[in-house]
């Protein structure tokens, strides 16, 4: 996994900046969702669905996937692979730190009751290439 740079883990940190992933269908088409995400200590990257959408399970069969993160005419755009992380009430409370990263206020109240009622899947994302714009 490449190592991130102080001024690119800054920028995929920075608040409200949400991640384009494609994944690959069934019939090798690209599949694109605009997601929330966490940036791991790592340099990985936190993922969380909602079971059942068509990019998590063009995941769970193949675990290829590119993101970008951009802002303006700068990004960072990464491929690489993902693993489930975990499903349950782990899923859960990483979707709960999720929100509280994009909401607050009474609209993270209304989406934390729906998320806690959710089948929740999360996966780690790893980066094998990194193309940095900024």
């Given amino acids: 996994m490449p190592e991130l740079d102080a001024a690119t883990r800054a920028f995929l940190e ?3 900046r949400f991640a384009t992933i494609a994944t690959i269908d069934p019939d090798g088409s690209p599949l694109q969702a605009v997601v929330w995400y966490q940036l791991r ?3 990985s ?3 969380n669905s909602l079971v059942g959408r068509r990019w998590p399970e063009n995941l769970m069969r193949d675990p290829r996937m590119s993101v970008t993160v951009e ?3 700068d990004y960072v755009a990464m491929r690489g692979v993902t693993e489930q992380l975990h ?3 782990a899923a859960v409370a990483d ?7 994009y909401e607050s206020g009474e ?8 998320f806690r009622t959710q089948a929740r899947v999360s996966f780690v994302f790893r980066a ?6 900024h």
């Fill in 71 to 73: 802002h303006g005419y």
């Fill in 95 to 101: 979707i709960l730190a999720l929100a509280a990263r």
């Fill in 128 to 133: 094998r290439t990194l193309l940095v714009h």
């Fill in 107 to 114: 609209e993270l109240e209304r989406r934390a009751r729906g």
């Fill in 41 to 43: 200590d790592d340099g």
């Fill in 87 to 89: 499903g349950g009430a």
């Fill in 45 to 47: 990257m936190l993922i």
């Fill in 14 to 16: 920075a608040p409200g």
